[in-house]
């Protein structure tokens, strides 16, 4: 049988090309895999990356963890009163615990903050705070303020990140612009609210009140002696601090003596309104004061020959420079003489009667 050479020549040729493309894609298979292995790898460098950072990231809120959890049985912000554990050359080591025994926690108190005299197992009052080094450490100074307290506070420096308030610490006050209710000045004061930064555990300030004071009272009760310091003006006129957790409005009408913002004074409660909103007054308003001020004007009408110009229409700085109470409560008083009958009121002048 002929071999049919053209044919056989074909055949050769296919079965070249065939093997050549088993070879390329050999090659390209092999390149694939070295290229998906190459991948893996830089993958597996890039996870790894990925992996060491969150387990350093995980290790730091670990680590601050576990400082929040060794101080827990201490208020940061606040005064302490701590027991004296140890004694070295840089400072004294504080704790909430006893002097003997093991697992003790320990708070530095550096030694330009140490009294006089002090040995192991003295009781100090110290205020507790992460100092300019983010280390929590105690002081025998006193600030002008604690956490969860308002503060009428002086700015001392504004930079690109916020304001810093002197609160009679070697460390500032930190006010965040975004914790600004009006963009604060240097050598300004205003009043602020101190209070834990919720990340960092840090001692921070804002002068938004509203975002801490509460404006609504199931408590307060009409008559009621309260600490007031006063934040804000207003149309109406002045809002104060009560206490330390709520805010209430004093009225123009009720005030009968100069104030400014950060002034603080003893005030009452004069009522609580419909929607639980606290009315303030400078002057308690009982029926003992309300007497006590009508035998006043009695008196001062007497003096006056038996009638004053001085009337319910006068104006409330004329009647507070000469009672030293707001008008309304003169009214009340004048009115309290009136049903008696001790009093006639006319237009321009009031007269005794008989």
Do not use: W
């Not at 004296?84 to 003997?100: D, E, I, T």
Request: proline fraction near 2%; charged fraction near 30%; glycine fraction near 6%.
């Amino acid at each position: 049988m002929s071999v049919d050479n053209k044919y056989y020549g074909n055949s050769v040729g296919k079965d070249s090309t065939d093997e050549s493309i088993v070879k390329v894609t050999a090659e390209e298979t092999s390149a694939e895999k070295n290229a998906v292995e190459e991948n893996a790898v830089e993958e597996g460098i890039v996870e790894k990356k990925a992996v060491e950072k969150s387990i350093v990231k995980e290790n730091k809120a670990e680590e601050k963890n576990e400082e929040l959890h060794l101080f827990k049985r201490v208020k940061v912000g606040r005064t302490n009163v701590l027991r004296v554990v140890k004694r070295l050359p840089f400072g004294a080591y504080l704790s909430p615990g006893s002097s003997k025994g093991f697992d003790v926690e320990e708070i530095l108190l550096p030694k330009r903050y140490e009294p006089e005299g002090i040995k192991v197992d003295d009781l100090l009052k110290v205020f507790i705070y992460f100092d300019s080094e983010d280390r929590i450490i105690a002081t025998t100074d006193i600030p002008l303020a604690q956490v969860d307290e308002c503060a009428y506070l002086k700015v001392v420096d504004v930079n690109k990140v916020g304001a810093f308030m002197d609160m009679g610490l070697m460390k500032d006050l930190f006010i965040p612009y975004a914790a600004q209710e009006n963009p604060m000045v240097v050598g300004e004061s205003y009043v602020v609210h101190l209070h834990l930064d919720e990340h960092s555990g840090r001692i921070m300030g804002s002068s938004k009140l509203d975002k801490y004071l509460l404006e609504e009272s199931h408590y307060h009760k009409a008559g009621q002696a309260v600490d007031l310091q006063i934040f804000a003006k207003t149309d109406l006129g002045y809002k104060a601090v009560i206490g330390s957790t709520y805010q209430g409005l004093l009225y123009n009408n009720e005030i009968f003596q100069e104030i400014n913002v950060g002034d603080k004074f003893k005030g009452f409660i004069s009522g609580i309104r419909a929607d639980k909103r606290i009315d303030l007054s400078l002057q308690q308003a009982t029926q003992n004061t309300r007497s006590d001020l009508a035998n006043q004007i009695l008196d001062f009408i007497v003096e006056q020959g038996g009638s004053t110009t001085l009337t319910d229409k006068s104006s409330p700085e004329d009647i507070q420079k000469q009672f030293k109470v707001s008008k309304k409560a003169y009214k009340k008083a004048l009115g309290a003489l009136y049903k008696r009958r001790l009093i006639v009121i006319e237009a321009d002048k009031i007269s005794l009667i008989g």
